[in-house]
């Protein structure tokens, strides 16, 4: 903060007051555009209003309404609980992040610094918006960081008269802290009533008042658009459709949804749920899977890798496979949904044949009843045992893996045609060629990167 001078707060003020007089005279000056030569009356009542606005949006005057109504009417608080209920009139709290969270652990104490939120009487968000502006986005530096720092010097850039413009930086600072010493909750806000020792004897409880945390699912919003709406990974995506140039990789945020709060008026709720147009996401909620990484077994008496055993390892593949051609549309973003639930379930095949490689010892395959093929792919380890020079020469000299090329290709289409009995005949020889090629390209991209898969 030593760095940032009183001419950068003052400059940034201004920036925002002009801002925020251009918006509110963007209708008046149309309609004062609009107005004919003989609407005199009129072109004067417009222009008196342009000139109140002109004054309404002076440092002084702007500054003493926010000061005095507008600090008056909103609550601030990193935790919000309008966001538990909307009609919900309890009080915001400012959450102290000192208390460490467990390992593996997020919440708002992960975070070095939680945005404030706002809500109250939607004409005085403004103040909010104040807040929010940026002094020195280099330094990252916003009003409400002068404001709680708390210099003298810089403080009278709130203002021409320097004691007044004190006076200022001490209510927005007052209002911010929201330091209330006993927060009221409300018939609207849910309980919990969390039991002491002797509870039950002595009826000795804490009740728990769940407050909505804002500041940390803003953050969290912001993050998951940054990695989905960025140029780079939009571009990523949409090169997919394009054969003349480059692929690149892309980020995806699967199994993601969303809640809205607020309905049409997110603002009712709070500043921070009115930027996301009242949207909050979720991540799906599932079990700890116990014991690590997913491992496939394979039996002995197994026939082939590709089997009902695989079908269930590669659930979500197929799910997201059979979800697409039930709807039955034929549209770019159906054929790309399609091909995304095809390479799931393919690395999902190559994902299970790297661990049985990684996990089982060479020559584990003389046991099993797999194909030649698979053996030769699955336990490329065992022709370097004596006494296996004859798989070790097989193995270099066959085409087994056209072999587990076309095995994919049958496996998936009678995957398909075993969901959809009554639609066999669109499985047929062009989804077999598809197949065969997304398994092609996949042995390619494995041996180029010498994964050792292939």
């Known amino acids: 903060m030593d760095e940032i ?48 606005l002109k004054h309404k949006y002076t440092l002084d005057v702007w500054m003493d309404d926010a000061a005095t109504r507008m600090a008056s009417q909103l609550k601030f608080g990193t935790h919000i609980s309008k966001g538990i209920h909307p009609d919900s009139k309890g009080d915001n709290v400012n959450f102290g992040n000192a208390s460490p969270l467990p390992k593996g652990v997020v919440g708002s104490q992960t975070l070095a610094k939680l945005s404030l939120d706002a809500n109250g009487n939607a004409a005085a968000l403004p103040l909010a918006a104040f807040f929010d502006a940026w002094v020195s986005e280099a330094d990252n530096i916003k009003v409400v960081d002068v404001i709680e720092a708390g210099s003298p010097a810089l403080a009278e850039a709130f203002g021409s008269d320097g004691e007044q413009a004190q006076q200022y930086v001490a209510r927005f600072k007052q209002v911010l802290a929201n330091s209330a010493d006993q927060p009221t909750t409300h018939e609207r806000n849910k309980q919990i009533l969390w039991p002491l020792n002797d509870s039950i004897k002595g009826d000795q409880y804490i009740a728990l008042v769940p407050l909505y ?53 997110p603002q009712n709720i709070s500043r921070l749920t009115s930027k996301q147009s009242g949207r909050n996401y979720l991540l799906q909620s599932l079990p700890p899977q116990i014991g690590g990484e997913r491992t496939y077994r394979l039996n ?32 770019v973003e159906q054929r790309d949904t399609r091909k ?29 009843q797999l194909s030649m093929a698979e053996k030769y792919w699955l336990d490329a380890n065992r022709g370097a045992l004596e006494g296996e020079e004859a798989f070790l020469l097989a193995r270099d000299t066959s085409n087994w893996q056209q072999e587990i090329i076309e095995s994919f290709a049958h496996w998936l289409n009678a995957s398909l045609r075993a969901k959809f009995p009554k639609r066999t005949a669109e499985f047929g020889d062009a989804e077999f060629r598809e197949w065969k090629r997304a398994m092609e390209a996949a042995i390619g991209a494995s041996q180029r990167a010498k994964e050792g898969v292939f």
């Open 340 to 368: 995304h639930g095809s390479e799931i379930i393919l690395a999902e095949v190559l994902k299970a044949a790297a661990q049985i490689q990684r996990t089982y010892p060479a020559g584990w395959s003389q046991d099993y």
């Open 213 to 265: 945390p804002s500041a940390f699912t803003s953050d969290f919003f912001g993050r998951v658009n940054a990695v989905r709406y960025s140029e780079e990974n939009k571009q990523a995506r949409d090169n997919r459709k394009k054969k003349s140039v480059e692929q690149q990789s892309y980020k995806a945020v699967p199994d993601i949804a969303v809640v809205r709060l607020g309905g049409t008026k």
């Open 5 to 52: 001078t009183a001419e950068q707060v003052s400059a940034a003020i201004h920036s925002f007051l002009s801002e925020q007089l251009d918006k509110k005279l963007e209708p008046e000056q149309k309609a004062l555009d609009k107005c004919k030569a003989e609407d005199d009356e009129k072109r004067v009542l417009i222009q008196e209003g342009i000139a109140a």
């Open 300 to 331: 002995r008496e197994q026939e082939s890798l590709f089997s009902r055993h695989l079908n269930q390892y590669a659930g979500f593949g197929f799910k997201t496979l059979f979800d697409v051609v039930r709807n039955e549309k034929k549209t």
